[in-house]
């Protein structure tokens, strides 16, 4: 019994696949850096990098503390009663959304690391 090789097609799809898969990768790598976190606050927004560790408050309400470490940003400090922010840990991914409502403080990552893709095969 002879071994079937694969025909031009198929080698074309998984060359294809692959392609798309390294594309997304190198993708993701890079927008990793363009992560950062806008804090809207009663006096309003300020904008956060994430690609440099370091601990801050607003000046408007020292009572809740932050943390940016490893790419990620969290509440790590509320006088709030349940500490929903405080518990809800490092945010590392665009589109997350962490509120002290107590403080009336939101905390959105954004960025370009989400990524939708639709692949259609007729």
């Not at 009663?42 to 560790?53: F, P």
């Not at 940016?68 to 997350?96: L, N």
Request: charged residues 20%; glycine residues 6%; proline residues 2%.
């Amino acid at each position: 019994m002879k071994a079937k090789l694969l025909s031009a097609k198929e080698i074309l799809l998984i060359v294809a696949i692959l392609s798309v898969g390294f594309v997304m990768l190198a993708l993701l790598h890079d927008s990793s850096d363009n992560l950062f976190a806008e804090i809207s606050y009663e006096h309003g927004v300020r904008v956060v990098d994430l690609n440099s560790n370091h601990v801050f408050y607003l000046s408007s309400t020292p009572n809740v503390l932050f943390e940016v470490r490893e790419g990620g940003v969290a509440f790590i400090s509320s006088d709030c009663v349940d500490q929903i922010c405080v518990r809800a840990g490092f945010q590392r991914r665009a589109g997350r959304i962490v509120a002290c409502l107590p403080n009336r403080v939101i905390l959105s990552v954004t960025g370009e690391t989400d990524l939708d893709i639709f692949v259609g095969f007729k």
